[in-house]
Nanobody
Framework: QLQLVESGGGLVQPGGSLRLSCAAS????????IGWFRQAPGKAREGVSC????????NYADSVKGRFVISRDNVNKMVYLEMNSLKPEDTAVYYC????????????????????WGQGTQVTVSS
């Protein structure tokens, strides 16, 4: 079982940058793919990016490709989402989630298979 805690959200102007962090506690962190999801007011939660347990696979939503970068540090049980060139439409609560994938080294953007979720961190992009 994993516990996940997000941090790094805040208010930023359009064009600015933020780095979100997802800190995990629990065993076998390197057995889990990690995904970042977001939910804007009045909208369904959507996948933003994911990274496989051994970092071989990374995926991004079309809306963030070229602007966001996902990375992870298995030694320190951390996952990061570097967000650049932020737009007002990036405003949302951002969640990290973990899916147990000890054999696949793949990740997916569908939130259904994810087993553990953090509490979320608010990102607001506004002038």
């Amino acid at each position: 079982q994993l516990q996940l805690v997000e941090s790094g959200g805040g208010l930023v102007q359009p064009g600015g940058s933020l780095r979100l962090s997802c800190a995990a506690s629990g065993r076998n962190f390197d057995y889990y793919a990690i995904g970042w999801f977001r939910q804007a007011p009045g909208k369904a939660r959507e996948g933003v990016s994911c990274i496989s347990n051994l970092v071989s696979d990374k995926n991004y939503a079309d809306s963030v490709k070229g602007r966001f970068v996902i990375s992870r540090d298995n030694v320190n049980k951390m996952v990061y989402l570097e967000m650049n060139s932020l737009k007002p439409e990036d405003t949302a609560v951002y969640y990290c989630a973990a899916e147990l994938t000890p054999l696949s080294d793949l990740c997916e953007m569908d939130q259904g298979p994810y087993d553990y979720w953090g509490q979320g961190t608010q990102v607001t992009v506004s002038s």
